[in-house]
């Protein structure tokens, strides 16, 4: 009887005590009661929630506010079960020799950290750069098309929500290009009917019958405009 009653003591000495050596997101709340654990633990979530985030997007870094962005720690959770009477001889065998280490409970409101990223990927949008063609001096100059880059939303979303409380370097965004309208293949086709236009002139059927435009004359009126995805070659009326 003494044993048991000494047991029932050790625990409710205890129960009110984070058992020592306990972290919670690297937290050091071992040996304290748990209002004090309570205080220290949202005392840091105040600081970790106004804390920007730095996100990586390609060689830039841009950053969010988590309590902007929808992110948080749920304290009373991430303190579940730390404390409390208990008749278990292992609660009894962890508050003295202690020593856990658990992760925080996060929050997260989708829907404003989706609008986050969303307004993160608009910032960051570099445009694609579409393939173009000239004529200078009866010569096709071609402007090559260069692929844009964006955030893929979705992926990038996840990634932060998982990672925004425990990361030490810049989270990467997930990127994907954005293709230009005007493809290269799109452009090695107008390029090929440039070629030929500039190469011997045409001939056009008019009501005095048929006129011969000379190359030289065709590279001064010749232009290529986009029409969807192709390169369409028109003659200017001036």
Do not use: F
């Given at each position: 009887v003494l044993v048991a009653g000494g047991y029932v003591g050790a625990e409710a000495a205890l129960a009110d005590r984070v058992p020592a050596g306990t972290t919670v997101a690297g937290v050091d709340l071992g040996g304290k009661t748990s209002s004090e654990a309570r205080e220290v633990l949202q005392a840091f979530a105040d600081q970790r929630a106004a804390e920007p985030v730095s996100v990586a997007v390609g060689d830039t870094v841009t950053t969010l506010i988590p309590s902007?962005?929808?992110?948080?720690?749920?304290?009373?959770?991430?303190?579940a079960h730390l404390t409390g009477f208990t008749l278990s001889p292992m609660r009894?065998?962890?508050?003295?020799?202690?020593?856990?280490?658990?992760?925080?409970?996060v929050t997260v409101d989708e829907n404003v950290l989706s609008a986050a990223v969303e307004a993160m990927a608009a910032a960051t949008l570099v445009q694609p750069v579409d393939g173009a063609l000239t004529v200078v001096n009866g010569q096709p100059v071609v402007t090559e098309p260069v692929a844009g880059r964006q955030i893929a939303t979705a992926t990038t979303t996840e990634r932060i929500a998982h990672e925004w409380l425990s990361a030490t370097a810049p989270i990467p965004a997930q990127i994907q290009e954005v293709e230009p309208t005007v493809s290269a293949s799109d452009l090695t086709t107008a390029l090929a009917a440039a070629q030929t236009i500039l190469s011997g002139g045409v001939?056009?059927?008019?009501?005095?019958?048929?006129?011969e435009l000379p190359a030289?004359?065709?590279?001064?009126?010749l232009s290529f405009s986009e029409n969807g995805t192709t390169l369409a070659p028109a003659l200017n009326d001036d």
């Open positions: 902007d962005a929808g992110l948080g720690i749920d304290v009373d959770a991430s303190l009894l065998v962890r508050a003295i020799v202690g020593h856990s280490t658990r992760d925080a409970v001939w056009l059927e008019t009501s005095a019958g048929r006129v030289e004359v065709l590279g001064q009126a």
